[in-house]
């Protein structure tokens, strides 16, 4: 049997899962590490403690392979993007790892909204002027650490930085490049004039590279740690959301892929660059002819998680011995659809898309006294559903009507959700099997690389069973009377957004 790892490097652990050469799951390991934060809105990772992580899982997983038996054939990375760190000459780390979640830029973004190359830089870049992106994040470190930027040789993120640790070579995929707000899709190149808005120099980035390259010939101390072959190739692979569109099989127009984890996406992929002139939704180049176009939303399973710390009695969950998750499922089958009527926006992370506004603040709307806690777990349910939908919206309205929604994340194991989202969206909703989408995908592209697979497309072979949910008609028209309300009150609530967030971070307690 000859083998495959990929490895999933995500904002607070790191995943690899191991295949066989039909990309059949053997196994997997976890590693997680600290996501650094405080009230001025910082969202920082230590980037030497990731490298020990992704060290920990890939030995771990070759240690499960029989390679005495067998082949380690490649090592594939999916990764989170839109991070930033600052570099000394001899590539070490001046600053910790500044991740998408990080927002102490927002007043650059607002600011530079209103600039007039805004519009030229978005039809260059795909990518909004929002907190996430280095683009804004390196204009913030300009302005508020010109010492510290004037110290720093080269600015990378936490994949061309893995990389330089693993192999020397500093290089990034284009997908995690374009993602950064200084890539030009049109030229496939660094953007001149959004490097010289940023403050950065080509020659301070990563040379930019096809996601199927391979690096070869692992620092020997790094091999011998890791276990493995020296020559093994480690494939550089895409970001976290491109690989799940892959990863779900969801790689034609007519197929949208909606992922809810802690945060949540909705992608649909395309053979050319697709810019919306109303600027809601994002457009990054993966590979070749092949791109992506969609919203990534900031709220998602944390929502729920909130909802359920703070709603679920503890002391039924103490009583039945199950699980809070368990219960608060059960609980909200028992309200209707649009819980008598409360509405709830789950914007308690500040929003990306459809809002673009790191200010934006979570709210129930319609609370009555005969709102119980069912009503309000359940409309926490469909809030984090409705905003989906808004952004799934957007992307029907620019890349046409699809044929299905495929779906994956932590969700799914919750089978009122699941159906709620189909009844939202008013769409079939499909769900496979394995929830490791982006790892599946990282390892098609390696399979790719290594002339196993002749095209990308051949990952709806090696995807396995698939449950799908069919709209229900009675819940369906009670959704499509609320969606419209739930987007009025986010306009009419959208102006008292920065109001409400500069009151909180004054009375804001420190770092925790």
Same mark, same amino acid.
């Given at each position: 049997?000859?083998?495959?790892?990929?490895?999933?490097?995500?904002?607070?652990?790191?995943?690899?899962v191991?295949?066989d050469?039909?990309a059949?799951?053997?196994?997997s390991f976890?590693a997680?590490?600290?996501?650094?934060?405080d009230?001025?809105?910082?969202?920082?990772?230590d980037?030497?403690?990731?490298v020990?992580?992704?060290?920990?899982?890939?030995k771990q997983?070759?240690a499960a392979?029989?390679l005495?038996q067998g082949?380690?054939?490649?090592?594939a990375f999916?990764?989170?993007?839109q991070?930033v760190?600052?570099?000394?000459?001899?590539?070490?780390p001046l600053t910790?790892?500044i991740?998408?979640?990080?927002?102490?830029?927002r007043?650059?973004a607002?600011?530079?909204r209103r600039?007039l190359?805004a519009?030229t830089?978005?039809s260059?870049?795909g990518t909004?002027?929002?907190p996430?992106?280095?683009?804004t994040?390196?204009?913030?470190?300009?302005e508020?650490?010109?010492a510290?930027?004037?110290?720093?040789?080269?600015?990378?993120?936490i994949?061309?930085?893995?990389?330089?640790?693993l192999?020397?070579?500093f290089?990034?995929?284009?997908?995690i490049a374009?993602?950064?707000?200084?890539?030009?899709?049109?030229?496939?190149?660094?953007?001149d004039?959004?490097?010289?808005?940023?403050?950065v120099s080509a020659a301070?980035?990563?040379?930019i590279v096809?996601?199927?390259?391979?690096a070869?010939g692992?620092v020997p101390?790094v091999?011998?740690?890791?276990?493995?072959?020296?020559?093994?190739?480690?494939?550089?692979g895409?970001f976290?959301?491109?690989?799940?569109?892959?990863?779900?099989?969801a790689?034609?127009?007519?197929?949208?892929?909606i992922?809810?984890?802690t945060? +949540? =996406? #909705? $992608?649909v992929a395309?053979?050319? %660059?697709?810019?919306?002139p109303?600027e809601r939704? !994002?457009c990054?180049a993966i590979?070749?002819?092949?791109y992506?176009?969609?919203g990534?939303?900031?709220?998602?399973?944390?929502?729920?998680q909130?909802?359920?710390?703070?709603?679920?009695d503890n002391s039924a969950?103490?009583?039945?011995?199950?699980?809070?998750?368990?219960?608060?499922?059960?609980?909200?089958?028992?309200a209707?659809?649009g819980?008598?009527?409360?509405?709830?926006?789950p914007?308690?992370g500040g929003?990306?898309?459809?809002?673009?506004?790191?200010?934006?603040?979570g709210?129930?709307?319609?609370l009555?006294?005969?709102h119980?806690?069912?009503?309000?777990?359940?409309a926490?349910m469909?809030?984090?559903?409705?905003?989906?939908?808004t952004?799934? +919206? =957007? #992307? $029907?309205?620019?890349?046409?009507? %699809?044929?299905s929604v495929?779906?994956?994340?932590? !969700?799914a194991q919750?089978?009122?959700w699941?159906q709620m989202?189909?009844d939202i969206?008013?769409?079939?909703?499909?769900?496979?099997?394995?929830?490791?989408?982006?790892?599946?995908?990282?390892?098609?592209?390696a399979?790719?690389?290594?002339?196993?697979i002749?095209d990308?497309?051949?990952v709806?072979?090696?995807?396995g069973?698939?449950?799908s949910?069919?709209?229900?008609a009675?819940?369906v028209a009670?959704?499509?009377?609320?969606?419209?309300?739930?987007?009025?009150?986010e306009?009419?609530?959208?102006?008292?957004?920065g109001?409400?967030?500069q009151?909180?971070?004054?009375?804001?307690?420190g770092t925790?």
């Open positions: 049997m000859d083998y495959l790892i990929g490895v999933d490097v995500g904002t607070t652990s790191t995943k690899a191991l295949y050469q039909h059949q799951v053997l196994d976890k997680g590490y600290t996501l650094y934060r009230a001025s809105g910082m969202a920082e990772q980037p030497t403690a990731i020990t992580a992704v060290k920990t899982v890939i997983a070759a392979a029989d005495s082949k380690l054939l490649a090592v999916s990764s989170a993007n991070s760190i600052l570099l000394d000459d001899q590539h070490q910790r790892s991740t998408w979640a990080d927002t102490r830029a007043g650059v607002e600011r530079m600039h190359v519009k830089l978005f260059h870049t909004p002027l929002h996430m992106s280095p683009f994040k390196l204009i913030w470190l300009n508020n650490q010109p510290l930027m004037a110290k720093a040789a080269y600015v990378a993120d994949k061309s930085y893995l990389f330089w640790e192999f020397h070579t290089k990034v995929d284009i997908s374009s993602c950064t707000g200084l890539f030009n899709l049109h030229t496939s190149d660094w953007d004039q959004a490097l010289e808005l940023a403050g301070q980035l990563p040379e096809s996601g199927t390259t391979q070869v692992l101390a091999a011998d740690e890791l276990g493995i072959p020296a020559a093994t190739p480690f494939v550089y895409a976290d959301g491109a690989l799940s569109n892959l990863g779900v099989g790689i034609k127009q007519d197929t949208v892929a992922t809810i984890g945060s +949540a =996406a #909705v $992608r395309t053979d050319h %660059p697709v810019i919306d109303q939704l !994002f990054y590979d070749e002819g092949f992506v176009v969609g990534p939303i900031n709220n998602g399973g944390d929502v729920f909130w909802a359920v710390e703070h709603l679920v969950v103490a009583q039945n011995g199950g699980d809070a998750y368990d219960l608060a499922n059960q609980v909200i089958e028992t209707p659809a819980a008598h009527g409360l509405l709830f926006h914007f308690l929003e990306r898309a459809p809002l673009w506004d790191a200010n934006a603040r709210s129930f709307f319609g009555t006294p005969l119980t806690r069912a009503d309000m777990l359940r926490v469909e809030g984090i559903n409705m905003n989906i939908a952004v799934f +919206a =957007a #992307v $029907r309205e620019l890349v046409g009507e %699809p044929a495929t779906a994956t994340g932590g !969700f919750s089978a009122v699941k989202m189909a969206l008013n769409v079939p909703v499909n769900i496979p099997a394995s929830f490791e989408s982006g790892c599946l995908g990282a390892i098609t592209m399979m790719k690389s290594l002339g196993l002749d990308l497309s051949a709806t072979e090696l995807i069973e698939v449950e949910y069919q709209p229900q009675a819940a009670t959704y499509q009377e609320y969606l419209p309300l739930f987007k009025q009150v306009e009419l609530l959208s102006p008292a957004y109001v409400i967030a009151l909180q971070e004054k009375e804001a307690p925790h």
